[in-house]
């Protein structure tokens, strides 16, 4: 049997995010959306991370960058990452040259974050010098390269506005920019929401194909499981601000261990199967008003609740380098 | 029961004035929406699936072919008479987040409609009440919590769910649902698709689904047919699982492919297909419209244009042995039928890991 293997003792990871709360102040007092997240991305590895809307993904992610929007603050914790230090410590200069240089981040709805009013090439030079590249001729030779490595006619798309350019286009755009700047952690948003499966398929395969050819750490945020579960080696599951089950994907989605990601895995319109096993998840996902504040959160929905899950929060336990956060389930014999 | 003919329609270009070219969005289509039936077209962006919806709920002119509703020509009608037709088919939008009136609340979202229904058949006063009551039981929702309620205090399931509901506001006898679970949560997707199945039964509609997501369509019901549609023409069509088991068109075969398979539980199908090229409205092949991009494509695929044809033995090319035999897959669903002129069925889908 694996000796457990804590995150704090796990080796190789570019990007270390410990005991992070992040909490948004509402006339009710500080609601935390992100709640004691620990969680690690291995460096080399892509990471998912899947969870149902308002549970506190996009929130997490960017706390990576120390961008949380106020009224939101990160109220306790730190994020490591490799060559950046404590990233929750840096301010203003040293903050903006991380974002780009050290992490690449393409954002939600990326297909409509171009300025439609600029050609791309003069969006990707405006970049450039807001990091301080003179060099405009270096700068487009080496977007030109990586559009052509996405498939895309980079000349055409340099004299694009976003308007004539197609959903999957847009999307492969904004992973150039987030790249551009030789970032080694890449953070998608839901990068392939609003795609057609075919569309979908090729931004997957650009994405897992970038991702080994640069030696990138990359993080991918997504609300679709066989998302996740086609391109990440680990995943994570988050439900009402914490990380509720996290593990190699495989691990995870053949052993699900906590019953929010047993209910998500049984919730899934699947082409292959029975779909008469199909179950809806009941009830309603939790906003920061109706997160319990005491106790288990994923309580009030869960078929497995005992009266014990709603006086204490369940801690993490770990089977190998797979961890779950439920009193029930832990005395299941695997 | 709705019957289409060769429906075509084809939109002015954009563009510069010299490069400006006809949009040819739907080349004639031929389907048929039975009474209680469960009916999805399936495609990808700018395939024409879309323009094809709103041509059955009346927003949109057709050019070619015909419409037929309940034994009606649609073409042989002024546009005021054929108002009372498209009544019958109700849209039911793509993003519930806009589809609401956000300074309305959803008692008098609903309620609007139904007075105008109450006023055309002369029903009683306290009829809007309880049909307001009765339709959001019929959709799952509870009237004492939504109906004083705003859109915006709505989850997005919940929105769609209401959505729906006021589709069913004026008696429709076909509802058409625009890729209706696309913008929600996948955990709240099946909901809303075993909700559309049981309205078939309990509401009496049929449905008409459009979306790019294959899998979606395997939860409308077993008896339901698929249309794959490709740049304005169908290319495949039958039953959706006897097309989901035996695709035969390379087109359908790429879309089943791109679907995402899942680590540790799945294992992909072995014959995946890529579509070798974008899709570029731009160009007109002489021949077959799928060859550009056809990774199967032989030489004569330029030359003509295939017509959707059954073969007679219906096992197509090299059917995979122990497939099942072409009667089993949903008895009483629709003939399988391809528009190829090299069939082949692949394995591409993929198969639960033992």
């Known amino acids: 049997m694996a000796a457990p293997v804590k995150p704090e003792t796990a080796t190789g990871a570019a990007v270390r995010v410990r005991d992070l709360t992040v909490a948004f102040r509402t006339q009710e007092g500080p609601l935390p959306a992100v709640s004691h997240v620990n969680l690690d991305l291995v460096r080399g590895q892509i990471t998912g991370l899947v969870g149902e809307s308002g549970s506190g993904k996009s929130t997490l992610a960017l706390a990576l960058l120390n961008a949380v929007p106020a009224p939101g603050q990160v109220v306790e914790g730190a994020v490591e990452i490799d060559g950046v230090g404590d990233v929750l410590a840096l301010r203003r200069g040293a903050l903006r040259k991380m974002r780009g240089a050290d992490i690449g981040y393409v954002f939600q709805a990326s297909q409509n974050s171009l300025n439609p009013l600029k050609r791309v090439g003069k969006l990707l030079l405006d970049l450039g010098r807001s990091h301080g590249l003179r060099d405009g001729r270096a700068l487009i030779q080496q977007s030109k390269a990586l559009l052509a490595d996405m498939g895309l006619d980079a000349t055409r798309v340099l004299s694009s506005y976003q308007h004539e350019l197609s959903g999957g286009m847009r999307q492969r755009v904004g992973i150039v920019f987030a790249l551009l700047l030789n970032a080694h952690v890449l953070i998608l948003d839901e990068p392939t929401t609003a795609l057609d499966m075919l569309s979908q398929a090729q931004v997957l395969e650009i994405i897992r194909r970038i991702h080994a050819e640069r030696h990138l750490t990359t993080l991918i945020i997504s609300h679709d499981m066989s998302v996740i579960g086609d391109l990440a080696d680990r995943m994570a599951v988050m439900y009402a601000g914490r990380v509720v089950e996290e593990g190699p994907t495989a691990s995870v989605l053949a052993c ?14 699947r082409i292959t199967g029975d779909t008469a096993g199909a179950r809806a998840l009941p009830g309603r996902p939790p906003d920061l008003m109706s997160i319990p504040r005491r106790g288990c959160v994923f309580e009030p929905r869960c078929p497995l609740a005992t009266p014990a899950c709603l006086d204490d929060e369940p801690p993490d336990t770990y089977t190998g380098d797979h961890r779950f956060a439920c009193f029930v389930t832990a005395g299941e014999t695997q | 029961m709705i019957t289409a003919q060769g429906i075509a329609r084809t939109f002015p270009g954009r563009g ?14 031929d389907f048929t929406i039975p009474d209680h039936g469960a009916v999805s077209f399936i495609g990808e962006s700018g395939c024409g699936k879309t323009t094809l919806g709103r041509i059955l709920c009346g927003f949109e002119e057709f050019d070619g072919g015909d419409l037929i509703i309940d034994g009606q020509s649609m073409k042989a009608l002024r546009s005021r008479d054929r108002a009372q037709y498209f009544r019958r088919i109700q849209m039911i939008h793509q993003d519930p987040y806009s589809a609401l009136n956000p300074t309305r609340t959803i008692g008098q979202i609903l309620g609007d409609p139904l007075h105008l229904r109450a006023r055309q058949t002369g029903a009683a006063a306290g009829w809007v009440r309880d049909r307001r009551a009765e339709l959001l039981g019929l959709v799952g929702l509870d009237p004492d919590y939504v109906l004083p309620r705003y859109p915006h205090m709505l989850s997005g399931g919940m929105r769609q769910r209401v959505v729906i509901a006021r589709a069913l506001t004026v008696d429709p006898e076909v509802l058409v649902a625009d ?16 909700l ?31 249309y794959v549609i490709y740049r304005g023409m169908v290319v495949e069509h039958g039953g959706t699982d006897a097309i989901i088991r035996h695709p035969t068109h390379p087109y359908t075969q790429c879309l089943l492919s791109a679907i995402p398979v899942l680590r540790g539980i799945e294992e992909p199908g072995p014959d995946r297909l890529i579509p070798l090229a974008p899709l570029d409205e ?7 419209l799928f060859e550009p991009r056809c990774p199967q494509a032989a030489a004569d695929c330029r030359a003509a244009v295939p017509e959707l044809t059954q073969r007679a033995d219906a096992s197509p090319g090299s059917a995979s042995p122990g497939s099942a035999s072409p009667g089993s897959a949903s008895p009483g669903s629709a003939s399988h039928e391809w528009a190829c002129l090299h069939p082949e069925t692949r394995s591409v889908v993929a198969t639960v890991a033992s």
């Open chain 1, 256 to 269: 699900p261990r906590h019953p929010y990601t047993r209910a998500l895995l049984a919730a899934m319109p």
């Open chain 2, 16 to 29: 510069s004035m010299l490069r400006r070219e006809p949009v040819r969005a739907l080349r004639g289509i």
């Open chain 2, 179 to 194: 890729e209706a679970v696309s913008m929600i949560d996948v955990s709240l997707r099946l909901g809303i698709l075993q």
């Open chain 2, 196 to 226: 559309l199945q049981g309205l078939r039964a309990k509401a009496g509609v049929s449905l008409l689904f459009i979306t790019h997501d294959v899998a979606t369509a395997r939860y409308l019901g077993p008896d339901g047919e698929l």
């Open chain 2, 282 to 288: 731009r160009t007109q092949p002489p021949g077959c």
